[in-house]
């Protein structure tokens, strides 16, 4: 396999509206940095050759935010105009960025605070190493973010419609999938309501206070 075979992109959906949070959740505080921040900084530190975060609600306010983070050079920040459509349009506009240098595209969602570099590198590997077109982390019932994709799949994934995402394809391709278990406590909990931002506040200082007492 050639080195450019090997390359992938992810693509960090944060472009969201943040409705049902009733504010911007990617600027939310998280510890010492915000949820944008958090998800985008292990991307960053991860293997993955280049991370485009995809923006559109409030996207000047979050480029502000971000931007002793952002002057990286595997780092593109674009703005999704039509991020209202779902993810689906999101998906297609960060894929427009890489499908003609990137032969493999993991997606990455940016509400979910605890993915780690680490098992961001994980579904990469074993991926790669099975030789099929579509990855994810294995969750309890059903395929869970991060997820990736090969080029072949491009054409499937650019004419994807609503908010629906790339899940379909799991379905569709359900006997060329390969899922990885996490090495570890894999905490893939999303945030999409004030409850769920108050949990996961909860969960992080728990984890401070365990690495405290150590």
């Keep these: 396999m050639n080195q450019r075979v090997k390359r992938i992109a992810g693509i960090l959906l944060a472009a969201g509206a943040s409705t049902r949070m009733g504010k911007t959740k990617q600027l939310l505080p998280l510890g010492e940095k915000t949820l944008i921040e958090r998800v985008l900084v292990e991307a960053l530190n991860s293997e993955l ?108 994934l650019l004419i994807l419609q609503g908010d629906v995402g790339a899940r379909a394809l799991f379905t569709k391709y359900r006997d060329q999938v390969c899922l990885i278990e996490p090495e570890g406590p894999y905490d893939g909990r999303d945030i999409d309501t004030p409850e769920d931002y108050a949990g996961i506040q909860i969960s992080l200082k728990n984890q401070v206070g365990k690495q405290n007492n150590e």
Excluded: W
């Excluded at 991370?51 to 002057?71: D, T």
């Excluded at 605070?113 to 990855?135: A, C, K, N």
């Design 49 to 156: 050759d280049k991370v485009v975060l995809v923006l559109g609600y409030q996207a000047v306010e979050i480029k502000k935010i971000i931007n002793p983070v952002s002057p990286q050079p595997k780092l593109s920040i674009i703005e999704n105009r039509q991020f209202k459509q779902g993810i689906s349009s999101s998906i297609i506009a960060g894929l427009s960025e890489i499908e003609n240098t990137h032969d493999h595209v993991m997606i990455l969602l940016g509400d979910m605070p605890f993915i780690h570099r680490d098992l961001i590198d994980l579904l990469l590997r074993r991926y790669l190493q099975s030789g099929l077109p579509i990855g994810a982390i294995k969750g309890k019932e059903r395929p869970v973010h991060p997820m990736i994709f090969s080029r072949e799949l491009y054409p499937e």
